[in-house]
């Protein structure tokens, strides 16, 4: 009571900012806030972009793919099994990746039988990779994550230093069988600057975990077919880049705009049929039939202005 005689409130208020107290009322009647206070909300704005500006991510993602197709995944405590579920979801992954990603590229790498299977290779057409998961995919035997991490590994040492290198996998057993010693495809893996990150369906594994946090990666297990959608789909937006992987200069990319043309019946390089629309590479004038993709003549990336533009805002 003292305190509240004296004009100090109660102690229990004297955490509060009180920042009502800030707010005067000027020569023409309108509500000011007074400087001190503003420069402290300027502050801390100031202080939250600092923070933003403060992560890169990266432009360009190079990311496999890798879907269990062992015998854990026929179990049916996702209807109608496993399988059919995870392929399912993937195909919707794939569509929103590029659709969020639109320059990046994507591949697909299956196991079973204690081997590695490439399904599709790097490319930036979401069309071939939901054909090959709409295909009857068969599950056999017992999964070898390092043979899967081995070749995705593989794969990405051709990717460009301005590229980020991503494998996600979709792990359904509590096993795995392997040739050699895992651990020392987790040192390559780290040494390469390959994130890794896995969706659990089933119990938690302790190897998926530490792959996970030594690579900086992510490690969740779904609970039901809805909780898969929604881990997956946190994929789809890139992530920070690795200090490892962040190169001391900028590098600049060539990339091709081409122009859509129409009328004229001519050979389309990426599926060697004639077709009458299409997009000309402006280095070689070769027609392909859909963006983004690669010129197959030049190897010159082509994408059009109106993706780059949305997704651009990913650097800033």
């Given at each position: 009571m003292d305190d509240?005689?004296?004009?100090?409130?109660y102690a229990w208020e004297g955490s509060?900012?009180?920042?009502?107290?800030?707010?005067?009322?000027?020569?023409?009647?309108?509500?000011?806030?007074?400087?001190?206070?503003?420069?402290?909300?300027?502050?801390?704005?100031q202080r939250r972009q600092q923070?933003?500006?403060?992560?890169r991510k990266g432009l360009i993602r190079y990311v496999y793919v890798v879907v269990d197709l062992s015998k854990g995944m026929s179990q049916k405590d996702w209807k109608p099994h496993r399988c059919a579920v995870v392929t399912e979801e993937v195909q919707r992954f794939v569509a929103d990746y590029f659709d969020q990603n639109p320059i990046s590229q994507l591949g697909l790498i299956g196991i079973k039988s204690a081997i590695a299977v490439k399904l599709s290779d790097l490319s930036g057409n979401p069309t071939h990779h939901i054909e090959i998961l709409k295909s009857s995919l068969t599950v056999h035997g017992e999964p070898s994550l390092q043979n899967a991490l081995e070749m995705a590994r593989n794969a990405l040492k051709i990717v460009p230093s301005y590229g980020s290198k991503e494998i996600i996998v979709m792990y359904g057993s509590l096993t795995t069988t392997d040739p050699g010693d895992i651990f020392g495809t987790l040192a390559a893996l780290k040494r390469d600057s390959v994130r890794c990150s896995f969706v659990g369906i089933?119990?938690?594994?302790h190897l998926l975990k530490r792959i996970a946090k030594e690579t900086h990666g992510t490690y969740s297990v779904?609970?039901?077919?809805p909780h898969f959608r929604d881990l997956l789909s946190a994929f789809t937006t890139p992530c920070p880049s690795l200090a490892s992987s962040v190169a001391k200069f900028a590098?600049?990319?060539e990339m091709g705009f081409p122009q859509k043309r129409s009328g004229v019946l001519s050979l389309c390089v990426c599926h060697q049929t004639f077709t009458t629309m299409g997009y000309l590479c402006p280095r070689c004038k070769s027609k392909s039939c859909q963006l983004p993709t690669v010129c197959v003549v030049c190897s010159l990336p082509l994408v059009s202005t109106a993706l780059y533009n949305k997704y651009y805002i990913y650097t800033t």
């Open positions: 509240e005689e004296n004009g100090k409130g509060f900012e009180r920042s009502w107290d800030g707010i005067e009322e000027d020569e023409s009647g309108a509500l000011k806030i007074q400087a001190h206070v503003a420069s402290s909300g300027d502050k801390a704005r923070m933003l500006q403060r992560v089933g119990a938690e594994m779904a609970l039901d077919a590098t600049l990319v």
